[in-house]
């Protein structure tokens, strides 16, 4: 079976191939949970959104939508195998990421270092 797919905010289409119902059910589930993560900024509800991948010098890479109006990031999560991506939506802790996951740069408040802080630890994330 082939399916056509395109996400709701009619950006990208996929064509989609499973032998069976349930091959194309989690087809369009992944998808829907990178593709349609997201339409809007959790912070500035800002719509200019860019796909991003970033490299460190260990060579991981991280997967993450930007906000190009206030620079906010939201982070995807990694399956260990089979290449599956996930909306990060939750902390180490389980505790839900305010602002639907997406997160600032934002200046240590009475810091009189001018570099950039980040607002929480997250060695996920190294800047
Ligand atoms: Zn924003």
New binding site residues.
């Given amino acids: 079976m082939k399916a056509i797919y395109r996400t709701k905010d009619n950006r990208i289409s996929f064509e989609l191939t499973g032998e069976t119902p349930k091959e194309l059910f989690k087809a369009i589930s992944n998808i829907q949970e990178v593709f349609e993560a997201e339409s809007s900024?959790g912070?500035?509800q800002?719509t200019v959104l860019q796909y991003r991948v970033r490299e460190d010098n260990d060579g991981n890479e991280y997967y993450e939508l930007a906000?190009l109006?206030?620079y906010?990031k939201f982070s995807f999560g990694q399956n260990k195998k089979g290449g599956g991506l996930f909306a990060k939506r939750y902390d180490k802790d389980h505790n839900r990421i305010e602002n639907n996951g997406w997160r600032k740069w934002e200046k240590k408040q009475g810091a009189t270092n001018s570099a950039p802080q980040r607002q929480e630890t997250d060695d996920s994330l190294p800047f």
Avoid: F, R, Y
């Fill in positions: 900024c912070c500035c800002g906000c109006h206030c906010a």
